[in-house]
């Protein structure tokens, strides 16, 4: 039972450069989220999406683009990295948007942008 | 918008004892959802404990138990009988819902260490 999977799980990225960040889930879930964390400031909300094909801004949306082409992948575009994107990246699923319903995490992508 | 704040950056316990993690939030939302997410050095987000605004009663999950105050828009988790296992950061989150969409509001997150 896979759960919430990210590819990569680390990265190093020259400023300027691009990259895409893959998460996928196997749950069915409709809800997909990603979240990044640096220190001292928890984890905090990029973009989200309530369904294939539907996509939203987060918190801390400038930077980043998504696509949610199918319902199982949510895919976070860096298209110019910054080192101020230097962060641990998680990716989250869940069934609704209710607070019952569990939100699953992915393992974390950890990258740096020198 | 909602916040959630930690006012503990660090906490330490020894094995076996009893600690307190403390988390204050503020929102005008009346029915909404809190949780505590463990973090162990696995960076794996693991959910511990959640509470429903609505019941009253607070939220036990075996050895983990939260100290849930409404009106001081308070939610401590309580941990007993600490475990070395139990070394990790904790986070509590707040989800508004359905206005939020899901969104889950973290705090910064208190580090938890348990003495041999």
């Known amino acids: 039972n896979a759960g919430v999977t990210q590819t990569p799980k680390f990265r190093v990225l020259k400023t300027g450069q691009s990259m895409t960040l893959l998460c996928a889930q196997d749950?069915?879930?409709?809800?997909m989220y990603w979240y990044r964390q640096d220190p001292g400031m928890g984890l905090r909300l990029i973009h989200y999406s309530v369904g294939e094909g539907t996509t939203a801004k987060g918190e801390v949306p400038d930077g980043y683009n998504v696509s949610r082409l199918k319902k199982q992948n949510f895919l976070l575009g860096l298209e110019s990295a910054a080192p101020s994107q230097t962060s641990v990246y998680f990716c989250?699923?869940?069934?609704?948007?209710?607070?019952?319903?569990?939100?699953?995490f992915g393992p974390g992508t950890r990258l740096t942008v020198l | 918008a909602q916040t959630v704040t930690q006012s503990q950056p660090e906490m330490s316990v020894q094995e076996a004892e009893t600690v307190t993690l403390s988390c204050t939030y503020d929102t005008s939302e009346n029915n909404y959802y809190l949780f505590w997410y463990k973090q162990p050095p696995s960076r794996q987000m693991i959910l511990v404990i959640r509470q429903e605004a609505y019941k009253q009663q607070n939220a036990t999950e075996n050895r983990f138990s939260v100290n849930f105050q409404k009106a001081a828009k308070s939610f401590s988790l309580k941990i007993s009988d600490s475990q070395l296992g139990d070394t990790a950061m904790y986070f509590c989150a707040f989800n508004a819902g359905g206005t939020s969409y899901g969104k889950l509001t973290f705090g910064q997150g208190t580090i938890l260490t348990v003495h041999p």
């Open positions: 749950m069915n879930h409709e809800y």
């Open positions: 989250a699923s869940s069934y609704s948007q209710l607070g019952r319903d569990t939100q699953y």
